[in-house]
Nanobody
Framework: QVQLVESGGGLVQAGGSLRLSCAAS????????MGWFRQAPGKEREFVAAINVRSGNTYHADSVKGRFTVSRDNAKNTVILQMNNLKPEDTAVYYCAASKRPASTDGSTYDYWGRGTQVTVSS
């Protein structure tokens, strides 16, 4: 079993930056992919980014390319989502997820989820 805890959310002005962290604990050996998803009120869950924890290969949604960067520190079992040039439309609850499968934009393929952290971008 894997436990995921997100941190780093908060309120920021448009154009600002936030750094989200996801700390994984428990039996993390079998984790293949770490992903970030977000969900705004009244909207469907949306894929943001993912990283292959062994190779370091990354994947970013078109909506965040050039602004968000996912990275990892395997020694610390931590995944980072650096968010720059934030826009009001980025406002959402951001969730960290872990999968035993290759990277996917489909949230149903992920096995474990964090509780989420709120990101609010003001205009």
């Amino acid at each position: 079993q894997v436990q995921l805890v997100e941190s780093g959310g908060g309120l920021v002005q448009a154009g600002g930056s936030l750094r989200l962290s996801c700390a994984a604990s428990g039996s993390t050996f079998g984790t293949y992919t770490m992903g970030w998803f977000r969900q705004a009120p009244g909207k469907e869950r949306e894929f943001v980014a993912a990283i292959n924890v062994r190779s370091g290969n990354t994947y970013h949604a078109d909506s965040v390319k050039g602004r968000f960067t996912v990275s990892r520190d395997n020694a610390k079992n931590t995944v980072i989502l650096q968010m720059n040039n934030l826009k009001p439309e980025d406002t959402a609850v951001y969730y960290c997820a872990a999968s035993k499968r290759p990277a996917s934009t489909d949230g149903s393929t992920y096995d474990y989820w964090g509780r989420g952290t709120q990101v609010t971008v003001s205009s």
